[in-house]
């Protein structure tokens, strides 16, 4: 098993015990901002059974229909992960509204309040385990596993100050109202982790910083040759593929050639993890002069 297999694993066994606390915590107050703050929990739990399927797939080798690995998997997890998210969100709608036509007296608030505050306080420690650890590893599913926490967290906080100053008040209609804003910020958490899970499907490039850092490094080991053009980068999962084409004088050997191109290669991985690198060697006559690096190079 994977490093990122063992802490999704440790994601399900956290979400079913949060699960656990949130739902005792609807269960004796009959609160409907509480019961929203549970269904999320479901959803958290079954992110992270999704998120270790994923976990396992991606982690396959290369074979002969997936030449360049399985990493794309997460993305897929990702993705439904925010599905999943924004039918939560609905679900809560629903409840609120019911909530706001027959209003629910609240029973044993303490007793709740003291439930939901041990489960967030898991939530939000294991949510930057994960944030930090997917980071590291470069890992989208628990990435995304960790955003998707640390929103649970945030609306369990302010469900739980709004259920005890519902209780302290003895407002029955606050409590669909904070159930409804909930939903409104669990639907943007959804939409927003696919919009960020499509955007790797979809390739997207590397952060302007990142790129910068590349090029600088490209031509700070490129001595020797004449010119670099079209260079692209994309992220593939934990991959980020990177490829550009080296301009070399014509009468230069391939063994020097390449000697740059490793050169090149060694600086890179030094510098960042899972790189995949293609280098194409032209000679001097393909030289693009007005390339991003033209004349930077020597």
């Known amino acids: 098993m994977t490093t990122a297999s063992v802490y999704a694993s440790g994601s399900i066994a956290v979400g079913v015990a949060v699960l656990a606390l949130k739902t005792a915590a609807w269960w004796v107050t009959g609160s409907v901002a509480l019961y929203s703050d549970a269904l999320e929990s479901i959803v958290n739990v079954a992110a992270s059974v999704l998120a270790l399927a994923a976990l396992r797939f991606a982690s396959r080798p290369a074979d002969a229909n997936h030449p360049y690995g399985h990493d794309k998997a997460e993305f897929f997890a990702a993705v439904l992960e925010g599905v999943m998210i924004v039918i939560a969100a609905l679900s809560i709608f629903r409840e609120a509204w019911h909530a706001w036509l027959a209003p629910r007296d609240f029973a044993l608030p303490a007793i709740g309040l003291a439930l939901s505050a041990v489960a967030t306080l898991m939530n939000g420690g294991w949510a930057l385990v994960l944030l930090r650890v997917g980071k590291r590893l470069r890992s989208p599913a628990l990435e995304g596993d960790g955003r998707h926490l640390i929103s649970d967290v945030v609306t369990s906080v302010a ?16 409590d669909p109202l904070l159930a409804a804003g909930a939903g409104v910020y669990v639907l943007w958490a959804g939409a927003s982790l696919i919009r960020r899970s499509v955007g790797g499907l979809m390739d997207m490039a590397p952060d302007s910083d990142t790129l910068r850092r590349i090029e600088a490094i490209v031509a700070a080991n490129s001595t020797g040759s004449l010119e670099i053009h079209d260079l692209r980068a994309r992220h593939a999962g934990r991959l980020t593929f990177l490829d550009f084409h080296l301009v070399v004088p ?20 030094a510098d960042m993890d899972h790189l995949a690198i293609v280098i194409h060697v032209e000679p001097e006559e393909k030289a693009k002069r007005d390339a991003p690096l033209a004349g930077t190079i020597g």
Do not use: K, P
């Not at 009468?251 to 740059?260: E, N, S």
């Open 250 to 269: 014509g009468g230069m050997t391939v063994r020097d050639a390449h000697a740059i191109c490793d050169r090149i290669e060694a600086a890179l991985i």
């Open 159 to 174: 469900i739980g100050a709004g259920f005890g100053l519902a209780a302290l008040m003895g407002s029955r209609l606050l």
